[in-house]
């Protein structure tokens, strides 16, 4: 299973900036999928989820408002539109897919290699 990320890229504050993540190897449609960011000093966080049963997403409060994740399971591809982009968010993002239908993205999943988003102020 691949997963590989694109779209990050050094931009201003207040822009927006869409994230993808392209998957091989296993159908997304009924696995969750998740986008995780990590700052230099700190710990991988899980900043929005996207679950394939009834199609429910949630957010961390750090991006809530800001920032949607969406599923295109006909293009097998995880996005993540991010708005009002602020200098905290600068990190490296990465996509990932739960390994199982039961699993949930804070079980066992699968990695893409990360994506750098810097936003300059």
């Known amino acids: 299973v691949q997963l590989i990320e694109s779209g990050g890229q050094l931009v201003q504050a207040g822009t927006s900036l869409t994230l993808s993540c392209v998957v091989s190897g296993r159908t997304i449609s009924r696995l969750d999928a998740g986008w995780f960011r990590q700052s230099p000093g700190k710990e991988r966080e899980l900043i929005a989820e996207?679950?394939?049963?009834?199609?429910?997403?949630s957010y961390a409060d750090s991006v809530k408002g800001r920032f949607t994740i969406t599923r295109d399971n006909t293009d097998n591809t995880v996005y993540l539109q991010m708005n009002d982009l602020k200098p905290d968010d600068t990190a490296i993002y990465y996509c990932?897919?739960?390994?199982?239908?039961?699993?949930?993205?804070?079980?066992?999943?699968?990695w893409g290699q990360g994506t750098q988003v810097t936003v300059s102020s």
């Open positions: 996207a679950k394939w049963a009834g199609g429910a997403t």
């Open positions: 990932a897919l739960a390994v199982g239908s039961n699993a949930g993205i804070s079980g066992p999943k699968y």
